[in-house]
């Protein structure tokens, strides 16, 4: 069975910086793309930024400039470095990868998400 761990998430100033990390365990014979989704109260879930297993990474325009994906395969680890957060960064952040387990050669998993809350 896989399991996608998320941690980081938190109350945090307008202007200020958090860090999620997102580690996978359990079953699987290898780990494809990675990404963070959000979703906002009232908005569908979007994607926030993914990161391929060689380090190809693509952000939503919303956050180019701000926010920074990461990964270390060795660790089956994914982070996103946020910074100069803002009141509309609020929501639920879910990490996703792309896995190979033993149920199929491609399939999605998903964290259970943690809350960003951007507030003064």
């Known amino acids: 069975q896989v399991q996608l761990v998320e941690s980081g998430g938190g109350l945090v100033q307008p202007g200020g910086s958090l860090r999620l990390s997102c580690a996978a365990s359990?079953?699987?014979?290898?780990?494809?793309?990675m990404g963070w989704y959000r979703q906002a109260p009232g908005k569908q879930r979007e994607l926030v930024a993914s990161?391929?297993?060689?380090?190809?990474?693509m952000y939503v325009d919303s956050v180019k400039g701000r926010f920074t994906i990461s990964r270390d395969n060795a660790k089956n680890t994914v982070w996103l470095q946020m910074n100069s957060l803002k009141s509309e960064d609020t929501a639920v952040y879910y990490c996703?990868?792309?896995?190979?387990?033993?149920?199929?050669?491609?399939?999605?998993?998903w964290g259970q998400g943690t809350q960003v809350t951007v507030s003064s």
């Open positions: 996703k990868a792309d896995m190979h387990t033993v149920d199929a050669p491609r399939k999605d998993y």
């Open positions: 359990g079953s699987f014979f290898n780990i494809y793309d």
């Open positions: 990161i391929s297993r060689g380090g190809s990474s």
